[in-house]
Every structure is written in C-alpha cells, then in structure tokens.
C-alpha cells in the first residue's frame, strides 16, 4: 500500500497549484472576477495553500475558491440515517439549499444505496464533499472491522466519482486517544468520523490509517485532483469540553499534517473547532490558522451556547460571525433540528439562509465598511422610498420578505405602524416644509 519512493513523493502536486506557480490560469481568472480579486493576488493564495479550489476534473461545473480574500462560503449537508433513508427526500433537500444560496454540498448518507445518492447529488453540478468512513462503517458492517484496504478504497471511489474533497479525520491518532483518557471529557467524543476511527484504534491498538499512511493518502488526492478536508474528529462536543486536551493535541497533528499538504501541493482545507464559549473562539481560530500556514478554515458553528435546542442554527451563526472576523472562511450549515433530528426540508431552508446571513456578515467585517455600504445601499434607498418590489430584490430572500410583508393585505407602508408610519411623515413634512421656503 505504501509508496515510499522520495521522487515520486516529490512529484505530487495538484495541476491547479502547479499552474498558478507558474501563471495565472483561465479558470482563476474567472474566479478572481466573482470574488471581486485580482487574477494575480488569486494565483498566489493558491500556489501558497491559502485558498483552496474544490474541482475534481471529473466533476465540477462551478468552481467556488475557499480562502484568504475571498466572501465567505457557505456548505450544507444532506444524507440519509438509518432510521430515515428516503434519497428523494435528500435530493430535494440538496435542491433546496442550493436555491438558498449553498456553494457546496456533503453527502454524509449513512445507509440505503449509499454510492447511487452520492452520483445523484453530484448530478447536481455543485462541489460536493463526502465522509467516506461512513460508507466504508456500513460495507464492513461495524466500526472496529474496518480495514485499511477497505477505506481506502472506499476513498478511492469517492474520488473515481468526481467528489471534490472529502472529510478524513487523519488527526485522531493513538496520541488523541492518549490525551482523550488522560484529561477525560464530559461529551466525550461527538464526531461520527472521529468516534469510527477512535473505536477501531481502542479495540485493536492500531494506529489510524488516515495518519500512519497518510502519505499514500496524498497520492490518492493527487491522482484525482481532489481536496483534502482536515477533520476535527475531537472537536469538543459542549463547552465544558473546549479546553481539554484531545483537541489541541489533534491540532497539532494537523498542523503537521497540513505543512505535508502544502510541501506536497495538495489542496486542503482545516475543520474545527467545535463547541466553544464566545470568548475563545478568536483565540481558537488564530491559534488553527497559525498552526496550518493560513489554511482555508471550515467550521460548524463554532456552537456558543448549550442550551438552545432548536436554534442551534442562531447559536451556530453567532459563533460563526466572531469566526469570520478571525478568518475563518467556510461555514457549514447548521440547521435548526441541530442535535435533535436529521433535518427537513424546512429545516435545511431556515439553517441555509440563517448561514448566508452569516456568511454575508463575515464578508462585511472582512471587505469592510465602504463596500458594505455600496452593498447594501440599493436596500436601503428602497425602503426610505417604501419602494417594495425594490426592496424584495435587494434582499437576501426576497421572496420570504414579500410573504411577511403581505400578510396583513397590501398597503404603501406596512401593518407595523400603519398610517403613522415614520418615514412617511417625516418625508411629507420635509416636503411640505421645503415648498413653504421656496
Ligand atoms: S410603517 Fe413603520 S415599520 Fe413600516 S415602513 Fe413605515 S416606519 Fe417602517
């Protein structure tokens, strides 16, 4: 399994940062337009691991660049359990949040004909990322009889069928599982993917493949073109759990793991960091981009608060805008069923929306006040002038705006303050006062 060979070790490079070593590219030139970046500034986030492409050439349509500098993107996840295994269901919830404003998608289907929904939902023409233990969980039948041979190629038909990054939780080693036992946590461990590898490392002793043969990792993801997805499989599962010591000792595992990719030049992104009190975040989103050379950064949440079952997707957004303004790049939708369902429909709407709005925050604090303002500036002119078909437009989820707006009948104003609306009397008065000067 292993290839050993230092040349050939050498030789890996995914073709999209060899090219911007070397250029600028056609594709980054068209990216760098939708971000509002330079050709060149993008070429060199790339060549430098900063930015990350998720492309797999046998796939993806519509590449979306992850990273320094560029707006804040947005992934939600579908997938089936075992106690609700509907792929039709799933396909309309990945339509769904693609008609909320997702830029990728995760497959993180569990049971049923798990590779049929995967090529469905690649279908579906947006960058997709899987978990492939999970798959290769139910192929083998349980957690412990995973064989390295069998992951890996469950990897390698992941990326055979054009995912564009996959979520491998190389950093839960023997050393993790050390530091889990030494400094136990109330929560224990909350990642599927974390929990898989933990339980097959305590039943047999054996190190995580992920980690030991990460280096004939790397030539699977080089082969296809596929970007790697740091997995934070201790990622604290309350706050109580946020200082302990198996997180930390994950990220410095993948930190070393990261500094592999970019020596490599193989796309990755960093998962994390959990459950964490609003205080620690900043300080835990620096401490993962320093410890990654700067690496795009893929969060959940960071989730702030325990107690809120049923707005977890509020929680997650709050969580998330302190993130963005520390440079995290990347939010994963969290929905409101959040540690209490697999999601609807519905579901999925309101956490993608309430995401985005997120997401668009974080752009706000990262591109700053001036372009904010000529952002938002259209909705706002709108709604001093109560034009409402303008300000259904501008707005994020228009649509939902002209439901809320209709509901009490149509009037200029709206039901809130009615016939004493404020910026109608106050206009008329200006006007009025302004004819009497004339
Ligand atoms: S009625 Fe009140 S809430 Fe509605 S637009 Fe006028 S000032 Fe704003």
């Not at 009889?145 to 080693?173: M, P, S, W, Y």
Request: some cysteine; hydrophobic content about 40%; overall charge negative.
């Amino acid at each position: 399994m292993q290839n050993n060979n230092l040349s050939h070790q050498m030789s890996l490079m995914h073709a999209l940062i060899r090219e911007c070593r070397a250029g600028i590219p056609k594709e980054v030139e068209a990216m760098a337009r939708k971000e509002g970046l330079s050709s060149n500034t993008l070429a060199h986030a790339i060549a430098m691991g900063k930015v990350s492409v998720p492309a797999n050439p046998r796939h993806c349509r519509s590449a979306v660049a992850i990273g320094e500098g560029c707006l804040v993107k947005v992934n939600v996840n579908i997938g089936t359990s075992a106690q609700r295994c509907d792929h039709v269901l799933e396909v309309e919830k990945a339509k769904a949040a693609i008609s909320c404003g997702a830029d990728t998608l995760m497959d993180l289907s569990t049971a049923g004909d798990i590779p049929s929904l995967r090529r469905q939902i690649l279908s579906l023409g947006v960058p997709m990322g899987t978990v492939p233990i999970y798959e290769a969980v139910r192929r083998s039948g349980n957690a412990v009889d995973v064989d390295a041979d069998l992951l890996f190629q469950v990897i390698r038909e992941h990326c055979k069928d054009g995912v564009d990054f996959l979520t491998l939780h190389c950093g839960v080693n023997l050393e993790a599982l050390e530091a889990l036992r030494s400094d136990p946590r109330l929560m224990g461990v909350v990642s599927r993917g974390g929990a898989f590898h933990l339980a097959r490392m305590v039943q047999n002793g054996e190190e995580n493949p992920l980690f030991s043969e990460f280096q004939y990792l790397l030539e699977i993801l080089d082969e296809y073109e596929v970007v790697i997805s740091l997995g934070d499989g201790m990622r604290p599962g309350c706050i109580h759990d946020a200082g302990r010591l198996a997180k930390s000792i994950e990220y410095l595992a993948i930190g070393r793991l990261s500094r592999q990719c970019l020596d490599h030049g193989i796309q990755r992104f960093i998962e994390g960091p959990g459950h964490i009190p609003l205080p620690q975040v900043g300080y835990n989103i620096r401490m993962i981009k320093e410890l990654t050379d700067q690496a795009p950064l893929y969060l959940l949440g960071p989730v702030v608060t325990d107690i809120a079952a049923g707005y977890d997707h509020v929680v997650a957004a709050m969580g998330s805008v302190v993130a963005c303004c520390h440079g995290a790049d990347f939010l994963c939708m969290v929905s409101p069923s959040e540690h209490l369902a697999l999601p609807r429909v519905d579901d999925i709407v309101e956490g993608t929306r309430v995401t985005r709005i997120a997401a668009h925050i974080g752009d706000c604090v990262k591109r700053g006040e001036a372009w904010q303002r000529t952002r938002e500036l259209p909705l706002v002119e709108a709604r001093r002038d109560l034009d409402w078909e303008s300000q259904f437009r501008e707005a994020m989820f228009g649509e939902h705006a002209r439901s809320i707006h209709g509901r009490d009948g149509a009037v200029e104003t709206c039901s809130m303050c009615g016939d004493l609306c404020a910026i109608k009397l106050v206009k008329e008065i200006f006007e009025k006062n302004h004819k009497q000067r004339e």
